[in-house]
């Protein structure tokens, strides 16, 4: 057999497994997921921060402008300024994607957290253990006692 007939025989094994559909299916999730942060963030954590400030902070408009192109006289926001073509270092988006990720990695750790201890509970339960089996030398006086038993009675 050639290197590649092994190797699609392989990849064959591991999509059939169902390796590739749960891969798969992480990823999907994992996108979802990401949204539902980015929502979290966007919508519930920033609109508190703005009220805990008390102005309209927007982290995304937060940037430093290394260079505009020659001759710009447009509006100064983000937007406007990378559609110029300007060199814009732009460190409040990048804090909001990283405040982003600690939420999402707060919320993957919480959920690991919580099946862990679901799976130890789980595990920590004894299985119902059935009557255990009398010894043998109860077993013998008891069919002697039986024994005698039937003897006494007419």
């Known amino acids: 057999m050639s290197a590649t007939g092994g190797f699609i025989k392989e990849f064959r094994e591991f999509a059939i497994k169902g390796n590739m559909m749960d891969l798969a299916i992480g990823v999907i999730i994992g996108g979802a997921f ?18 805990i400030v008390g102005g309209n902070v927007n982290f995304d408009n937060l940037f430093w402008v290394l260079r505009l192109p020659e001759g710009y006289a447009g509006a100064l926001t983000m937007a406007e300024l990378t559609k110029a073509g300007a060199v814009v ?23 690991v957290k919580l099946v862990n201890n679901a799976r130890r509970r789980f595990e920590a339960e004894p ?3 059935a009557a255990a089996a009398p010894p043998e030398d109860v077993l013998l006086l008891r069919e002697i006692r039986d024994a005698l038993k039937k003897q006494a009675s007419p």
Do not use: Q, R
Not at 39 to 45: G, I, T
Not at 94 to 110: C, K, P
């Open 127 to 129: 299985a119902p253990k």
């Open 34 to 51: 990401g949204k539902i942060i980015d929502s979290v963030v966007n919508d519930l954590f920033m609109p508190l921060i703005n009220f």
């Open 89 to 111: 270092f732009a460190w409040g988006h990048f804090l909001t994607i990283f405040v982003n990720f600690l939420l999402l990695a707060l919320v993957v750790f919480v959920m």
